[in-house]
């Protein structure tokens, strides 16, 4: 009864997931153009500041606290255009707010996709960007090299952090750790292909040789290093 019971509701949330909108973020650039429009950003403060779209409200998804506490007081009778960093939270959030009466649009891609489509945001760091040049020279070791994309607010990054220390506490003398910052580092995951946080990408004589997105566990790492 009670697996059947969660098959329900979770059938419930994809159903109700499925029911929110979504376009891509040139469309998104050109709808929230319009007057009568609430745009937010259900990521977390520090992604916000990280760099947000025009006129962007903030209530982070992950804080359900929060969320509830500053949705309330959107406007029913007008159309919320929602996203978050690549488009998975936003979808969530979106359900809920359609399940409680708003008009809700979403973005695919979230604002990686807003960035990666060239448009511009509004407060993002003035921390300058690592070149390729400069990036290149990190890299180049006759050591096996290990680059982290990740960021503070990013959840699956956080949880990466003990894992990656223990195991870099084990094979410091093995390999170098270079963490990339990615609510800063844009223009170089573009060019990296890097698509979400956390990726690993493994580097031999300035060579990629292994990668990967999202969590890794310490026994994979070692794997990498045989």
């Given at each position: 009864?009670?697996?059947?019971l ?5 059938f ?33 403060a520090?992604?916000?500041k ?7 409200l ?6 359900k ?13 007008k ?55 400069s990036?290149n ?14 960021a503070?607010w990013?959840?699956?990054c ?10 870099m506490?084990?094979?410091s ?10 609510g800063v ?15 690993f ?8 040789i292994?990668?990967k997105q999202?969590?890794?566990s ?9």
């Amino acid at each position: 009864m009670r697996s059947l019971l969660l098959s329900t509701l979770l059938f419930a949330s994809f159903h109700a997931m499925a029911q929110v909108p979504a376009i891509k973020p040139a469309e998104f650039s050109s709808a929230i153009k319009a007057q009568n429009i609430q745009v937010l950003d259900v990521r977390t403060a520090d992604e916000y500041k990280s760099g947000h779209l025009p006129h962007a409200l903030q209530a982070n998804w992950l804080n359900k606290t929060e969320f509830n506490d500053r949705t309330q007081h959107l406007d029913k009778n007008k159309t919320v255009y929602i996203y978050c960093l690549s488009g998975g939270r936003s979808a969530a959030a979106g359900a809920a707010l359609l399940a409680q009466g708003y008009k809700v649009v979403n973005m695919e891609g979230g604002i990686n996709g807003w960035k990666n489509a060239s448009l511009p945001v509004e407060g993002a760091s003035n921390v300058k960007q690592t070149s390729m040049e400069s990036y290149n020279g990190q890299i180049n070791s006759t050591n096996l090299v290990l680059v982290d994309f990740g960021a503070e607010w990013c959840p699956p990054c956080r949880k990466m952090e003990p894992v990656l220390q223990a195991f870099m506490k084990e094979n410091s003398k093995k390999l170098t750790l270079v963490k990339m910052d990615g609510g800063v580092e844009t223009e170089l995951m573009k060019s990296l292909n890097v698509e979400a946080l956390p990726t690993f990408i493994l580097y031999k004589n300035g060579k990629e040789i292994k990668r990967k997105q999202g969590l890794v566990s310490r026994e994979e790492f070692n794997s990498w290093i045989k």
